[in-house]
């Protein structure tokens, strides 16, 4: 079964390195240092006149916690209206309670704004305590696809728990895994979690992706 390599991206120079090393999608954002934030309506436009892969954009007005005030997340939401004109493939978002547990209620509010796009869940995901509940709220919330490192610093350390994830994911929802994936991780994580995307960052560096495809192109 081919594997999926999505490449993060927060400038065109990122975007057309990925896609020339071969990435099959873009997460486009700015500030990847922080995690990732919403990209610029301006970048969206340029970066989507300009490669032929999906592109999902990055739903999150800040840095830093992943718990949102109301009128944060309004913003989120205009957000989501503005990337669905702009023509984006996908959304990218995740939100938390004060527990660290899925915000059921804001989540749900974003599934039903993002309706027709492709959603996944960011990496907030690995701050959730049970990740198999967390997985299971998502799913029944129609969630199409979890970033996660299985909840570990990257996604090698936690392949175990990705394995874990992908079996209880069944066919319902799609675990990207993610964190720390590198040409020479990339063939490790699959083959041992059973996850079918991978997804890295790209800065300017196309044979970090182009690397990453090659390794896993010659999957047994």
């Known amino acids: 079964m081919t594997v999926l390599v999505e490449a993060a991206v927060e400038s065109l120079d990122d975007a057309l390195a990925a896609v020339d090393g071969g990435a099959d999608r873009l997460e486009l954002c700015l500030d990847l ?5 919403t990209p610029s309506d301006d970048l969206v436009a340029t ?14 007005p800040r840095g830093g916690s992943f718990v949102y005030t109301y009128a944060e997340l309004s913003t989120m939401l205009s957000s989501i209206d503005a990337m669905r004109a702009a023509g ?3 959304v990218v978002f995740g939100v938390l309670d004060e527990h660290d547990a899925i915000d059921r209620s804001a989540t749900e509010t974003l599934v039903a704004a993002a309706d ?3 959603i996944s869940f960011h990496r907030a995901f690995d701050r959730v305590a049970d990740q198999g509940d967390a ?3 998502l799913i029944e919330l129609g969630v199409h696809r979890v970033l996660t490192s299985g909840g570990a610093l990257d996604a090698l350390a936690g392949v175990d728990a990705l394995r874990d994830l992908v079996e209880h994911a069944r066919d319902e929802i799609i675990i990207l895994a993610g964190g720390g994936v590198r040409p020479r991780t ?11 995307e991978v997804h890295a960052r790209c800065e300017r560096d ?8 090659r390794e896993l192109e010659g999957e047994d």
């Open 33 to 37: 240092n922080l995690g990732g934030t």
């Open 47 to 60: 970066v989507l006149e300009r490669v032929d892969v999906p592109v999902f954009a990055m739903i999150r």
């Open 206 to 213: 196309a044979d970090r992706i182009r690397g990453i495809k």
């Open 116 to 118: 027709g796009l492709s």
């Open 186 to 196: 990339a063939r490790e994580i699959v083959e041992e979690s059973g996850a079918r």
């Open 135 to 137: 997985l299971e709220t």
């Open 88 to 90: 984006v493939d996908g």
